[in-house]
């Protein structure tokens, strides 16, 4: 399941196009997991994503003052989060397969046209 909540209306229509082609790109289908968008202005950082209380579940907050290229990038960078978190690959902070991953991602999805 995956709730999205705050933001403006095409900031939520990006980030569910950007949630459902990670889950695909990130090879998530075969996980069953429950994630919770929140999209606000935050103070300092683009994003972050953590465990929620229930197993399994993640809440990642999203920043609203950024360009769209950068809410996109910052997303896959989280759901690569949470994809650590369900495989239970994370190492050190995790920053390193993000950082890797992100921009070649945030790519493809740019060239898909999907956005």
Same mark, same amino acid.
């Given at each position: 399941?995956?709730?999205?909540?705050?933001?403006?209306?095409?900031? !939520?229509?990006?980030?569910?196009? %950007? /949630?459902?082609?990670?889950? +695909?790109? &990130?090879?998530? #289908?075969?996980?069953?997991?429950?994630?919770?968008?929140?999209?606000?202005?935050?103070?300092?950082?683009?994003?972050?994503?953590?465990?929620?209380?229930?197993?399994?579940?993640?809440?990642? !907050?999203?920043?609203?003052?950024? %360009? /769209?290229?950068?809410?996109? +990038?910052? &997303?896959?960078? #989280?759901?690569?989060?949470?994809?650590?978190?369900?495989?239970?690959?994370?190492?050190?902070?995790?920053?390193?397969?993000?950082?890797?991953?992100?921009?070649?991602?945030?790519?493809?999805?740019?060239?898909?046209?999907?956005?």
């Amino acid at each position: 399941m995956i709730v999205i909540r705050g933001g403006k209306q095409h900031e !939520r229509r990006i980030a569910q196009t %950007t /949630i459902d082609w990670a889950i +695909s790109n &990130l090879s998530l #289908e075969d996980h069953t997991f429950s994630l919770r968008l929140v999209i606000q202005a935050l103070d300092d950082y683009y994003g972050e994503c953590l465990p929620d209380k229930k197993p399994n579940t993640y809440v990642i !907050r999203l920043n609203t003052n950024m %360009t /769209i290229r950068d809410f996109v +990038s910052t &997303l896959i960078h #989280e759901m690569i989060h949470v994809r650590q978190y369900l495989e239970d690959t994370w190492t050190h902070d995790g920053e390193r397969e993000c950082g890797e991953l992100e921009m070649f991602l945030t790519d493809e999805l740019w060239r898909s046209g999907l956005i």
